[in-house]
């Protein structure tokens, strides 16, 4: 499948402008070394790469290169929630970006961990995409908003080194609930998400290895035993005065084992499906820029999502 196409051509000359800033993998172990029994469902290539959006979206690279030169890459996610009396209130809160799922360098200790914890170590590196995902808790708000706003999410980064800001408006699905496509839910984000996995050009082997729940587990061994142990801690958002009824509940535990069911009932994956991107670049004060990328859909048999290109006034 080609990643590359007719599509992507307008972004040369920002694929160019973003060569000079040097070029890393997007994954960063500093960020992160930061599940719930095996889910059952495998993913197969007619369920997985059936994507309207096959070819990469061509302000990713970009993105991903911006992230690697900025120092940390935590982001605002907004979300829609609904006040007393029903009306729509916005909601904000700051998040660690982990890139582009399901691609995720994890720390060398948690890599050990996977290969003695998890079937083979882990997935194959089979599939990539153009959806941002942070991890989360299913305890605190934001979730909930999404299930009552039709999944709108709007992300926005300011990377000062670059003087640069970037909007992500689009979907956001949460995965990893221990009970697998038993709950609906979780089969519904799956088939969302799922469908919008490419495999990858370099990758040459079958993808019937890969599982959505060494996808999740990946991103839980990723965080710190300690970090992990805040999927255990009381629930988020109550007062401090009010105990926990559940034993299993508390302040500073340090989690190893990757499938510790309380901590991986808790612990999700939330990707960013992204209908409109803008970069802002306030680097040059007397020729500031801005583009827009929207996502449309030509329509036909072979229907092909495609991203325009704007450039917009400041
Ligand atoms: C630097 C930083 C990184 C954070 N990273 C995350 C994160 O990755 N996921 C998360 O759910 N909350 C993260 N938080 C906490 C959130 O900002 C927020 O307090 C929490 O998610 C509860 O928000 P909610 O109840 O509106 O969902 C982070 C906070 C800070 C300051």
């Given amino acids: 499948m080609s990643t590359t196409s007719a599509l992507s051509k307008p972004l040369n000359r920002l694929q160019a402008a973003s060569q000079h800033l040097g070029k890393r993998s997007v994954q960063n172990p500093r960020i992160a070394y930061s599940q719930a029994r095996p889910y059952q469902f495998i993913p ?8 309207t959006r096959q ?32 009306q729509p209130v916005p909601r904000v809160r700051t998040c660690g970006c982990r890139g582009f799922f399901p691609e995720l360098d994890i720390h060398p200790k948690s890599q050990e961990e996977m290969k003695q914890q998890v079937k083979d170590g882990g997935n194959p590196p089979a599939y990539e995409s153009d959806l941002l995902c942070f991890t989360t808790d299913i305890r605190m708000e934001k979730l909930h908003q999404l299930e009552s706003s039709g999944h709108a999410v709007e992300a926005i980064f300011w990377l000062k080194d670059l003087m640069t800001q970037w909007r992500v408006k689009g979907k956001a699905f949460a995965i990893g609930d221990p009970r697998g496509e038993e709950f609906k839910g979780e089969k519904a984000s799956r088939e969302a998400i799922g ?44 007062p401090r005065s009010q105990e926990p009824e559940n034993p299993a509940l508390g302040m500073g535990q340090r989690v190893t084992e990757l499938h510790d069911p309380v901590a991986r009932g808790n612990f999700r994956v939330v990707t960013i499906i992204p209908e409109e991107v ?17 996502l449309g859909q030509s329509g036909g048999k072979e229907e092909q999502s495609a991203w325009t290109e704007t450039e917009l006034w400041p």
């Fill in 44 to 51: 197969t290539p007619s369920k997985m790469a059936t994507s």
């Fill in 55 to 86: 070819t990469k979206a061509p302000w990713r690279d970009l993105l991903a290169s911006h992230m690697e030169q900025s120092s940390g890459y935590e982001f605002t996610i907004g979300t829609i929630g609904f006040d007393e009396d029903q």
């Fill in 195 to 238: 469908s919008l996995l490419r495999v990858k050009e370099s990758y040459g082997s079958s993808v019937e290895q890969w599982t959505w729940d060494r996808a999740v587990t990946k991103y839980f061994a990723n965080h710190s035993p300690l970090a992990r142990g805040s999927f255990k801690n009381p629930f988020p958002g109550m």
């Fill in 278 to 294: 803008e970069r802002l670049d306030l680097s040059n004060q007397e020729d500031m820029r801005r583009w827009k990328w929207t």
